[in-house]
Nanobody, 124 residues
């Protein structure tokens, strides 16, 4: 199983970025896919998650209203559209996959599958 994250980079505060997570190696039909992030010196934290069907999403309070998670089943890819970025959004962003429902991702971080991270840097 591979989760390949991409789309990170350097952006000014107030700007936007779109992260992609391409999934391969198995069917993810009953899975939830999502994103975590880890800032320097801080613990990994939940960002957003979506069921493979796309019917249910869940967001951390810190990104609600600014970030949007979506999926393209035909491309086996999940996206994280990040708008109104703030310097505190600077982190390595990781995509992950697990059977757990999206709301559970806020409390449990031992997901079945992880991708390598992509760095997002927001300058002030």
């Amino acid at each position: 199983v591979q989760l390949q994250a991409s789309g990170g980079g350097l952006v000014q505060a107030g700007g936007s970025l779109r992260l992609s997570c391409a999934a391969s190696g198995r069917t993810f039909k009953d899975y939830t896919l999502g994103w975590f992030r880890q800032a320097p010196g801080k613990e990994r934290e939940f960002v957003a998650a979506i069921t493979w069907s796309g019917g249910t999403t869940y967001y951390a309070d810190s990104v609600k209203g600014r970030f949007t998670i979506s999926g393209d089943n035909a491309k086996n890819t999940v996206y994280l559209q990040m708008n109104s970025l703030k310097p505190e959004d600077t982190a390595v962003y990781y995509c992950a996959a697990d059977f757990l429902d999206p709301q559970g991702w806020a409390y449990y971080h031992g997901m079945d599958y992880w991708g390598k991270g992509t760095l997002v840097t927001v300058s002030s």
